[in-house]
């Protein structure tokens, strides 16, 4: 008995000293220079409800009214270039560059022959699916990209996100592809998500078909930057939640809080919104491994393509799923680093080994790795593998890298380099922001980070070769 109230002294002492330990470090963010916005607050507009909508046309145009009316509340009353929420500036949603880039869009050709949902990633927008969607439209497919709930309004909205919203929005979207399509013979269903996005079609794919028998089941996945893990000490944000609760600490809830410059995504970045993706994994993948042997090689074909240098999201975890689900129609892609420049890299990058990472690997199925390593120049060569063993090789591509990229990003793979927001000639995708240190509120890891693909076109060919 002594010994069990020792302990229970001990823990006690333990989650005093964590709380504060936490106190004190949300206090000391506090006095940081970072300064909480109107648009870091929760809004008193209410996000619409998928529920109530059994058309997309309906949801739509209320979409459209709900997204200007949560605007306003926030809207900033005077001139500006580089501000969202300042309309008809550079970086507004309203402003001269590009119109409506947050709201949920579908694209109808004249003679469809199948249907394909598009699943944006967190803080962005349905914009990051413009340029895929246009390439399935072209390939006579109707579209439909929607946007999450508390996305394309403000940043602070993110603080009521939920994981299981992530689901309803690919259920939802599921089912008005569904109907849109269902009159058409022998029509194909597909899904494509980006980051976050390819998480929700897991959990789609492995949990939502079997409880829901309305719903379609994919002729093919298509994942773009698959989060399918992230840093483990997400698990433990919950605590830095529950401190910025006490008053005065509210700072505590944001992990980055910038200039909101960008029309189509957030720069602002929660800890909610961690924690919710964590748990969207890890109910995914949960499902997953609840699956026999024989369900998981019975999924619809995954194709996947990745950056091997990745800051969001762990692309080893990506692998362990596909080696999990061991099904012989999946395909990977992914994209190495500027061998270039590999002297300036670190000695874990400039030391990886695909050739031995992939046979020793049990995934089963394609992998394509693209690849300057070889020739060290901005051209890159294609091998192939399959279930680990090498099939082809050296095959010279008709891509390069762009003058001075040392790799792809997280944000850049379903982005063209010719994107009107993005690309490489833009204010945001140029990143050619120079000046001296200490002097802009971004940090150059986040004005300097790469926003488009080098190799869309080659990832928009390898898509639609799958697609008939």
Request: aromatic letters at 12%.
């Amino acid at each position: 008995m002594k010994k069990f109230k020792l302990i229970v002294k001990m823990l006690i002492v333990l989650m005093l000293f964590l709380i504060t330990v936490q106190i004190l470090r949300a206090y000391l963010d506090r006095q940081s220079n970072l300064k909480l916005m109107p648009w870091h607050k929760i809004s008193k507009v209410k996000e619409l409800d998928y529920d109530k909508y059994s058309d997309i046309e309906s949801y739509l145009a209320d979409e459209k009214k709900f997204l200007e009316e949560i605007y306003k509340e926030v809207e900033i009353k005077k001139k500006g270039s580089y501000n969202r929420y300042i309309r008809g500036s550079q970086s507004s949603p309203y402003g001269h560059l590009e119109k409506d880039v947050n709201l949920s869009f579908e694209m109808m050709p004249k003679n469809p022959k199948g249907g394909i949902l598009m699943l944006h990633g967190l803080t962005g927008s349905p914009y990051s699916m413009r340029e895929m969607a246009k390439t399935f439209y072209d390939k006579g497919y109707y579209v439909l990209a929607l946007r999450y709930p508390y996305h394309g309004t403000y940043p602070g909205e993110l603080l009521n996100l939920n994981w299981k919203d992530f689901s309803k929005t690919a259920k939802f979207g599921a089912k008005i592809v569904k109907n849109k399509i269902q009159g058409i013979k022998n029509y194909k269903f597909y899904m494509l998500g980006f980051s976050t996005g390819a998480t929700a079609t897991l959990q789609y794919i492995t949990h939502d078909i079997s409880k829901d028998k309305k719903l379609p089941r994919p002729d093919g996945v298509f994942w773009l930057s698959p989060a399918m893990g992230i840093d483990p000490l997400a698990k433990y944000v919950f605590l830095d939640i529950l401190v910025s609760k006490i008053p005065g600490l509210n700072k505590f809830a944001w992990i980055d809080i910038y200039p909101e410059y960008d029309m189509a995504k957030y720069n602002s970045f929660d800890k909610n919104s961690v924690a919710q993706v964590y748990t969207l994994i890890k109910e995914s993948r949960k499902n997953l491994s609840k699956l026999s042997k024989n369900e998981k090689a019975d999924l619809p074909p995954i194709y996947s393509y990745t950056s091997i240098q990745d800051a969001t999201v762990d692309s080893q975890e990506l692998f362990k799923v596909l080696e999990e689900i061991r099904n012989k129609k999946n395909e990977l892609t992914i994209f190495d680093v500027n061998r270039k420049y590999s002297d300036l890299y670190e000695s874990k990058i400039k030391e990886i080994n695909f050739e031995k990472e992939i046979e020793e690997s049990k995934i089963i199925g394609d992998i394509i790795v693209v690849s300057n390593m070889v020739n060290k120049t901005e051209k890159v060569e294609l091998i192939k593998y399959s279930n680990g063993q090498k099939i082809d090789m050296n095959n010279e591509l008709d891509f390069k890298w762009s003058k001075n990229t040392f790799s792809l990003a997280h944000i850049s793979l379903p982005i063209s380099p010719e994107n009107p927001l993005y690309g490489k000639d833009t204010f945001l995708g140029g990143g050619n922001i120079k000046g001296e240190n200490g002097t802009a509120v971004i940090p150059a890891n986040v004005s300097g980070r790469l926003r488009y693909n080098d190799f869309f076109n080659y990832v928009e060919k390898n898509i639609t070769d799958k697609i008939y």
